[in-house]
Nanobody, 121 residues
Framework: QVHLVESGGGLVQTGGSLRVSCTASGPLYAKGWFRQAPGKEREFVAAITRSRAETYYGDSVMGRFTISEDNAKNLVYLQMNTLKPEDTAVYYC?????????????????WGQGTQVTVSS
């Protein structure tokens, strides 16, 4: 059984930076992040594969967010820079047991409980 625990959310001003973390242990192919704003569908943010550390990003965060991991500590990070009010959402850690299609919520095998990120204008 895989257990995901996020941390690091909070309030930040427009243009600021924030890092969220997720502890994810167990046999996993990849880990990632989604986000969901009020009244909107859950949106893919980023993913990273365990074996080759290949990274994937959603269009809205490309160039501003960076996903990384520390396999020794079972941690996956999402560094968020140049934050905008539209980045405000609950951010969910995701874990995958299979490769490919990381941007699909149906491909996610495990979810974290979520952490709130609020960007003030």
């Amino acid at each position: 059984q895989v257990h995901l625990v996020e941390s690091g959310g909070g309030l930040v001003q427009t243009g600021g930076s924030l890092r969220v973390s997720c502890t994810a242990s167990g046999p996993l192919y990849a880990k990632g992040w989604f986000r969901q704003a009020p009244g909107k569908e859950r949106e893919f943010v980023a993913a990273i594969t365990r074996s080759r550390a290949e990274t994937y990003y959603g269009d809205s965060v490309m160039g501003r967010f960076t996903i990384s991991e520390d396999n020794a500590k079972n941690l996956v990070y999402l560094q968020m820079n140049t934050l905008k009010p539209e980045d405000t959402a609950v951010y969910y850690c995701a874990a995958y047991k299979r490769p490919l299609y990381y941007s699909s919520t149906e491909r996610v095998d495990y979810w974290g409980q979520g952490t709130q990120v609020t960007v003030s204008s």
